[in-house]
């Protein structure tokens, strides 16, 4: 996943859940020490599930296309029940369909979920979309540099000043 893509998709989160902590996925999780987290509850979690295909768009595109994974942590005292479930239908809400003006997420759909309940103290629940996504290099990394040759004269000649 692209830096673009990251935060195109963090700040879609961070516009429909106002007091979450959201960060990149890093098994977060399964590193836990005893029952203390080192972020706070509720957040959400974003990274990417297996390999991410690219496909060459030529000028200096490439669409990506992958697996976006977004995990929900919720506190299961503090929380209902009912909330945890509605926490889970805003994740799709949210993404669902996402799409940026300036093509960093061309295609976002839901494609599968699961709950993982190997916690004692909070919920964990995984949804994967498949997604989209372009990668752009700029004009500069593009641009290579024309060859200058000596003409008749003596007179630099540049064969992109025709």
């Not at 993404?95 to 699961?114: P, W, Y």
């Amino acid at each position: 996943m692209t830096k673009a893509a990251y935060l195109a998709v963090k700040n879609r989160l961070e516009e429909k859940f106002k007091g979450y902590y959201i960060d990149k996925f890093n098994n977060q999780f399964e590193k836990l020490d005893g029952n203390q987290l080192p972020f706070s509850l509720p957040c959400l979690l974003i990274g990417t599930e297996g390999e991410i295909s690219y496909n060459g768009e030529g000028q200096g595109f490439q669409m990506g296309t992958g697996l976006l994974a977004i995990y929900l942590g919720i506190e299961i005292y503090n929380n209902s029940v009912l909330d945890y479930f509605e926490a889970k239908e805003k994740v799709y809400d949210a993404l669902e369909g996402f799409v940026t003006d300036d093509d960093n997420i061309a295609f976002c759909s839901r494609a599968s979920d699961e709950d993982d309940q190997d916690h004692k103290n909070f919920y964990v629940y995984k949804t994967l979309f498949n997604f989209q996504f372009y990668s752009f290099r700029s004009i500069q990394e593009q641009t290579l540099e024309s060859p200058t040759f000596t003409i008749a004269g003596g007179l630099p000649f540049n064969i992109n000043g025709i």
